[in-house]
């Protein structure tokens, strides 16, 4: 459902991190444009406030946040969750990992940006000043892997996809064949053929270049 409010400079933060967290809350207070509207530490505690926010009629802007909070992959979730209730809100991903497949992944959950937490506070600020103007922000060290994934991956079938996305999990071929619920024979083809089409010798390799760093 839609609501309406101001577009102002206004942003929310979700790190497990406290530090991070509240380090980039006092910078983009102290030497931007920006105003934080919130922060959290989970989904749970996002969620919740979010529902207050948009109550009061003033939700953020941008959203920005982790990918892996406490240990999960929650930020997906977030990013899913948030862009369900509250389309108008641009999500930009600040995360440790910076292999193209995270970035695609959290692209298509839904995020308009993605900057890894390598780089200065002044890029991530690029980052949301771009998304809030409604372009799209990809940290520029990592656009042209994840063009290089994004061709790799068009020529995969469905099931070699779901072959790639256990490997890069590091699933060994047991687990593979189980999860995909086909005999190891086939679950070795399979893995064979998504080396070959993402251009790697081997899986090892594979995780190397397009694996979670």
């Known amino acids: 459902m839609w609501y309406t409010f101001a577009m102002e400079k206004t942003l929310f933060i979700a790190d497990d991190h406290t530090m991070i967290r509240k380090g980039l809350a006092t910078w983009f207070e102290e030497c931007t444009e920006w105003t934080c509207a919130g922060q ?9 406030a979010m529902e207050e926010l948009c109550q009061k009629n003033s939700l953020p802007s ?17 990013i899913s969750e948030v862009k369900e209730k509250w ?8 995360s440790m990992y910076e292999s193209p497949g995270m970035v695609q992944k959290a692209l298509s959950f839904g ?14 600020l690029k980052c949301v000043e771009d998304i809030f103007c409604g372009r799209e922000h990809v940290e520029k060290s990592l656009t042209e892997s994840v063009k290089l994934y994004n061709t790799a991956i068009s020529a995969l079938t469905k099931r070699e996809k779901q072959t790639l996305e256990l490997l890069l999990k590091r699933k ?10 086909i005999n190891l024979h086939v679950a070795g083809n399979y893995i064979s053929r998504v080396c070959e089409k993402m251009g790697v010798l081997d899986r090892n390799d594979l995780v190397k270049q397009f694996g979670e760093k």
Do not use: R, W
């Not at 959290?40 to 919740?48: G, Q, R």
């Not at 941008?62 to 977030?78: A, C, K, P, R, W």
């Not at 995020?111 to 991530?124: D, H, R």
């Open 40 to 48: 959290a530490s989970n989904k749970t505690e996002l969620i919740a």
């Open 62 to 78: 941008v959203l920005i946040t982790d990918i892996n909070l406490n240990g999960s992959d929650d930020g997906f979730e977030i």
């Open 87 to 94: 389309p108008q809100i641009k999500i930009a991903a600040y």
């Open 111 to 124: 995020a308009s940006g993605y900057v890894s937490k390598t780089e200065s506070e002044e890029n991530l």
């Open 172 to 181: 060994t071929n047991v687990e593979i064949s189980d999860a995909m619920e």
